[in-house]
């Protein structure tokens, strides 16, 4: 494991004194994937989640993102006075389980338009860890097209939405979602 960026802090984006905020953070680490893998680890700092200078829905995309890049997941939070929605975020066995996957693939960015992104991270089971990301100030639709995602777009795949923990049912080709201002949809494929 070794660092690939600097010290993070509570902020959403940019630079703030000698540290970088939270999507800046996933700038840097998101072009080395390539290097990360079983037995060395991409570590793009420890997780702010809880500690006050982000919203719910920014945390939650932190983690997912954490999650996605195979980041170490290192709490650096008061754990012994977390709330209720901090210790839900943090404590996602679904998220988390995308984070530990013993295929070992940093999940990377596959489409990005404007403030919109889609990150994909092959799974051990066959399976795809998929986030839409809006980096954005407004709600907005964003799609992914299995084609992005190296799959065939004939393939019927099976949908898990990870933090709703439901079952969305199966699509083929594509699947999309309203996403929230700094938020992520976060969902799981299968076969």
């Known amino acids: 494991m070794w660092r690939t960026t600097g010290d993070i802090t509570d902020k959403w ?9 939270v999507s800046s953070i996933v ?3 998101e072009p080395l994937w390539p290097y990360a893998g079983p037995g060395h680890w991409n570590d793009p700092d420890m997780l702010e989640v ?4 982000l919203t719910d829905e920014e945390y939650r995309s932190h983690f997912s993102l954490w999650a996605m890049m195979a980041s ?3 709490a650096g939070n008061d754990v ?5 929605a901090t210790r839900d975020i ?18 990377h960015r596959v489409r990005r338009d404007g403030d919109l992104e889609v990150w994909s991270k092959p799974l051990a089971d066959g399976g795809r860890a998929v986030t839409l990301w809006n980096r954005g100030e407004t709600r907005a639709r964003i ?5 992005a995602l190296g799959l065939p777009a004939s393939v019927k795949l099976k949908v898990r939405d990870l933090w709703a923990h439901r079952d969305l049912g199966s699509s083929s080709r594509q ?11 976060m969902i799981r494929l299968k076969p």
């Not at 943090?90 to 984070?99: H, K, M, Q």
């Open 13 to 21: 984006k940019g630079k703030h004194s000698y540290s970088w905020g």
């Open 27 to 29: 700038d840097m680490n």
């Open 50 to 53: 809880g500690n006050g200078g």
């Open 72 to 74: 170490p997941l290192i």
């Open 80 to 84: 012994a006075a977390m709330s209720q």
């Open 90 to 107: 943090l404590l996602n066995r679904e998220v988390i389980a995308v984070d530990q996957d013993p295929l070992g693939v940093q999940g």
């Open 143 to 147: 799609t992914a097209e299995w084609a």
């Open 175 to 185: 699947f999309a979602s309203q996403v929230a201002p700094h938020g992520v949809t």
